[in-house]
């Protein structure tokens, strides 16, 4: 089981990044995906869950600000994130939501002026 994130970037207040994850290894239709990030010196926590039949959820910090979706046929789940605020700079990873997975390398957003 692998994943590979990319997109991030540095962006200005108020910008807009929009993250891939390819994952592999295993029937990507079948399970939920979650976003996660880490900000330097925090826990790593979840921003965003699509189930399998495509039902999401957001914590309230996130909430009408990020997107997430997948497409099963390209085993890819994205993520976008529009009015982003220095508070959400971090590391961001993808991973099958409730599963013992191995983080990919993630992939950086800075947003900062």
């Known amino acids: 089981v692998q994943f590979v994130e990319s997109g991030g970037g540095l962006v200005q207040p108020g910008g807009s990044l929009r993250l891939s994850c390819v994952a592999s290894g295993f029937t990507f239709s079948n399970y939920a995906m979650s976003w996660y990030r880490q900000a330097p010196g925090k826990e790593r926590e979840s921003v965003a869950y699509?189930?399998?039949?495509?039902?999401?959820n957001y914590p309230d910090s996130v909430k009408g600000r990020f997107t997430i979706s997948r497409d099963n046929a390209k085993y890819t789940v994205y993520l976008q994130m529009i009015s982003l605020k220095p508070d959400d700079t971090g590391v961001y990873y993808c991973?099958?939501?409730?599963?013992?997975?191995?983080w990919g390398q993630g992939t950086q957003v800075t947003v900062s002026s």
């Open positions: 991973k099958r939501s409730l599963r013992a997975d191995s």
């Open positions: 699509i189930s399998s039949t495509g039902n999401t």
